[in-house]
């Protein structure tokens, strides 16, 4: 389960706008190569969760009057394995690394983070990400800015990614975790009025 870290979702217009987008554009296509076998599993282990478990060649010789029995034989056992998380939640700890650090300012900072956590409900999107990971073959969660409402400042915010095959991560990262990656996309699909409500009418078209 990785977490991926998104930028503020106010744009910026500027002049390398165009730029951007089509480095996105020449990036998402080589991750697809990259993590073609990756995805296509995650799209197997989806379909048979759903209770997809019989390839469409069998059925198709079987004939549609003869019965296809599906048995979830993996439910319990992902179930198992997610609640035993929810019960023993993973969650963010500082301590002092070094002499010029004190426990005191650690526990206030660990404070903030609880209240971030608390605040954006982070576990939703943790407990959501690891049982896409345990049922499917990943999950992702997300840090982002979210600037409040009638106001200039800005909080950290913890989101959930519903659809982890949105996500394209720096393919040449060798960490487990991907702490190592240079660059992360997630994208989203909006219709053209939600984009330009979201972003402003001068925003890029994509």
Aim: aromatic share 10%; proline share 4%.
């Amino acid at each position: 389960m990785a977490e991926a870290v998104q930028p503020n979702n106010s744009v910026q217009t500027s002049a390398s706008d165009a730029e951007v987008l089509k480095e996105c554009r020449e990036w998402i296509p080589m991750v697809k190569l990259y993590e073609s076998e990756i995805r296509a599993d995650s799209a197997k282990c989806v379909r048979f969760r759903s209770g997809e478990q019989w390839l469409e060649t069998v059925l198709q010789s079987r004939g549609a009057n003869r019965p296809s029995i599906v048995v979830d034989h993996t439910g319990q056992f992902i179930d198992q394995v997610v609640n035993d998380w929810r019960r023993n939640r993973v969650g963010v700890k500082t301590s002092p690394s070094d002499e010029s650090s004190d426990s005191e300012t650690a526990q206030i900072y660990d404070g903030i983070i609880r209240e971030t956590e608390y605040r954006s409900k982070a576990h939703i999107g943790r407990d959501k990400a690891f049982d896409q990971m345990t049922g499917n073959n990943r999950g992702f969660t997300r840090l982002f800015i979210k600037r409040r409402p009638g106001s200039f400042r800005r909080d950290i915010w913890h989101g959930h990614i519903p659809n982890p095959d949105c996500v394209y991560f720096d393919p040449f990262c060798v960490e487990v975790d991907y702490s190592d990656a240079m660059r992360c996309l997630v994208t989203d699909r909006l219709g053209k009025k939600q984009y330009h409500k979201e972003y402003g009418k001068k925003a890029p078209e994509v």
